[in-house]
């Protein structure tokens, strides 16, 4: 399994240009005013703010669609059902199954707001190397156990499905057949999902240990720019991308208030 959230930081886009500090604030902030909304009208604005950021930022659609995928099928899982249990507007009825005009549309708010959320998180740290993205964390004042578990997550979330599909191909070559349903196979995926959490267990302790031994939680000092000196560092063009994205999740917010 290859996460690869920055497989494409080398592009030459304006959003790669992006201070990485400022970026974190700045779509962290259109996150933030994303999953605020609740009011139908501004969902075709969350839309087009998130299509500009996607073009400028010139990922491949390839690298979204891939991303969106595995979330999507939870996703559709839990609201596939809410327009035929949610609400009492019937628009729709044969037999006994009817569907629901207010499940309908919590169905499309929260599919576009999952959809916004997510690009927008791609274009966050699949626009610069993600220890750019971790560095600028501890630089923001983000605290060092939460910056250190997220590079540690990235890292062995890739080494723990490589050991995944190693099993499972050790698995096959010993005439393990994974579309039969059986007591039998459903005992062997019993054992492989034990086994990789308890493989997974002991290598987080040799890790920190270690860690531990490296002089981890030791750590004499904590530089800290801040928001002040990326401003200052970042060109004008920078700063106005980030006061834009900024003015548009505070409108956003406030819309959704007065609404």
């Not at 959230?5 to 992006?18: E, M």
């Not at 995926?189 to 040799?206: C, D, F, P």
Request: hydrophobic share 50%; charged share 10%; glycine share 6%.
């Amino acid at each position: 399994m290859k996460l690869t959230l920055d497989q494409y930081a080398h592009i030459d886009s304006p959003i790669h240009h992006w201070n990485q500090q400022l970026k974190l604030i700045a779509l962290g902030a259109l996150i933030f005013a994303f999953a605020f909304v609740e009011t139908l009208a501004l969902l075709p604005i969350m839309v087009g703010i998130t299509t500009i950021f996607f073009c400028l930022s010139r990922l491949p659609l390839s690298f979204l669609l891939s991303r969106l995928k595995y979330p999507g099928i939870f996703i559709a899982v839990v609201v596939l059902i809410l327009p035929f249990i949610s609400g009492k507007t019937v628009i729709w009825e044969w037999g006994g199954i009817s569907i629901q005009q207010e499940g309908l549309l919590a169905v499309i708010l929260i599919v576009t707001r999952f959809i916004c959320i997510l690009t927008m998180s791609l274009i966050l740290f699949g626009t610069a190397p993600f220890i750019s993205s971790i560095k600028a964390m501890r630089s923001l004042g983000l605290p060092s156990v939460l910056v250190d578990m997220t590079l540690l997550a990235y890292r062995y979330l890739e080494l723990f499905g490589e050991t995944l599909t190693t099993m499972q191909q050790s698995m096959k070559l010993r005439g393990f057949k994974v579309n039969r349903f059986s007591k039998r196979n459903l005992t062997l995926l019993a054992s492989l999902i034990g086994t990789l959490l308890v493989r997974s267990y002991e290598q987080s302790q040799r890790v920190y240990q270690a860690m531990i031994l490296r002089g981890y939680g030791y750590q004499l000092s904590n530089q800290q720019t801040g928001l002040r000196s990326a401003l200052q560092q970042a060109t004008p063009l920078m700063q106005f991308w980030f006061w834009f994205s900024c003015a548009i999740a505070l409108s956003l917010i406030i819309a959704e208030i007065l609404t």
